[in-house]
């Protein structure tokens, strides 16, 4: 269980049995500091995953036996969580009242907000849904930062902003008016209401723009995770386009280095808002992307060739001098390292 420190700071993490927010919890639990934790263990993806990350953020090692009822589940997990520095949530960013009373019964000083719908190609089948969370959701987590003086806020946005911008590397000050699916401009959208609630209402704003994150503990259904499963269970991948589509994956140790960083600087300075790429600058192709996870899983893919899918941008590549002067952030995953490292956590699960 949790180590017993002094507590710091109390931050309030919305997504934090997700992949990035259990790594961040574990992080800042780690630091000292107390941690709330908002889940609404959306059904996106297995809520077994979400516990087993839950779990690992708080450091409980133990077998849990579940009941495969979601609802006897989650009540058993948040028995088994609650400490006087851990507290989660079983709630949806959607419902006002419900976050309501937990803003009522915490002195929160920041809020690291990474609850979302995410996937760029779903997001085309459900765009009211996507609307509904990422962008009603995240207004409701400012109007009641607004009404309790919640002054820092810390906002994950994508790469996904820039669109099929032609320019590379991405800097913070590229235009990001063509977004290409409704996700892309669900993280667009929280970015500009966010400056609207940092020039109102003066709530300090750090909007992060993650770039495709890897790493263990990855969502299964981005490409790393999904082809690593597929492979080693000798299955089809779903290969979209010809091999040419490049992302700038970034490694979570260095997405949670870039956080943490943000969180430092966030609490140093006021009157801020800030757009911050967090990537590697490194660019990566779907054909070397699969090629090292083969290396790795010493085993060869079955492709299964499928056009390039709408939504999904040709290439991203991010220019990281800002996140570097500004926060002293410091990526230093290189995409071989970081897939050995992911697929030996994925041997070992
Ligand atoms: C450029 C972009 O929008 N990036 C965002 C997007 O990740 P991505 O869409 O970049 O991540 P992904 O892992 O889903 O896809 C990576 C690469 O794999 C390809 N692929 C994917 C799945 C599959 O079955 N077969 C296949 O070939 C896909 O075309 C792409 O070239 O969404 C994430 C959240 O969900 C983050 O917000 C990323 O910043």
């Not at 600058?281 to 079955?302: D, P, Y």
Request: aromatic share 10%.
């Amino acid at each position: 269980m949790l180590l017993q420190k002094k507590s710091q700071m109390n931050y309030l993490v919305t997504g934090g049995s997700g992949f990035i927010g259990s790594h961040l919890i574990e992080q800042l639990l780690q630091n000292g500091h107390s941690v709330i934790n908002i889940d609404n263990f959306d059904d996106f993806y297995s809520y077994h995953i979400k516990i087993k990350n839950t779990l690992e953020s708080i450091q409980h090692f133990s077998e849990f036996d579940f009941t495969n009822k979601k609802e006897d589940d989650i009540q058993k997990l948040i028995s088994i969580s609650q400490s006087g520095y851990y507290k989660l949530y079983y709630q949806d960013i959607r419902d006002k009242k419900g976050l309501e009373s937990i803003f009522k019964n915490h002195t929160i000083d920041l809020v690291i907000h990474l609850a979302a719908l995410a996937g760029v190609r779903p997001s085309i089948e459900r765009p009211l849904e996507y609307e509904e969370v990422n962008i009603r959701g995240t207004m409701n987590l400012w109007e009641l930062c607004k009404d309790f003086g919640i002054k820092k806020f810390i906002c994950a946005s994508s790469s996904s902003v820039y669109g099929n911008s032609k320019k590379s590397p991405f800097t913070e000050t590229d235009n990001v008016d063509t977004p290409i699916s409704p996700y892309a401009a669900t993280k667009k959208c929280g970015e500009v209401l966010g400056h609207v609630y940092h020039d109102l209402h003066h709530i300090d704003m750090v909007q992060l723009r993650f770039f495709t994150v890897y790493g263990p503990r990855q969502r299964p259904d981005l490409a790393i995770h999904k082809f690593t499963q597929l492979i080693s269970e000798d299955k089809e991948i779903p290969f979209y386009g010809d091999g040419t589509t490049a992302r700038d994956y970034t490694y979570i140790d260095d997405i949670i280095d870039g956080i943490t960083k943000s969180i430092h600087y966030i609490e140093s300075n006021h009157n801020v808002y800030e757009i911050i790429n967090l990537g590697e600058n490194q660019v990566i192709n779907l054909n070397e992307m699969l090629s090292t996870i083969e290396s790795n899983l010493g085993k060869t893919a079955i492709k299964k060739n499928l056009p390039m899918q709408p939504g999904d941008v040709q290439k991203t590549n991010a220019d990281i001098t800002k996140a570097k002067a500004l926060i002293g952030y410091k990526p230093d995953t290189n995409f071989q390292n970081g897939i050995k490292k992911f697929v030996e956590w994925f041997l070992r699960k």
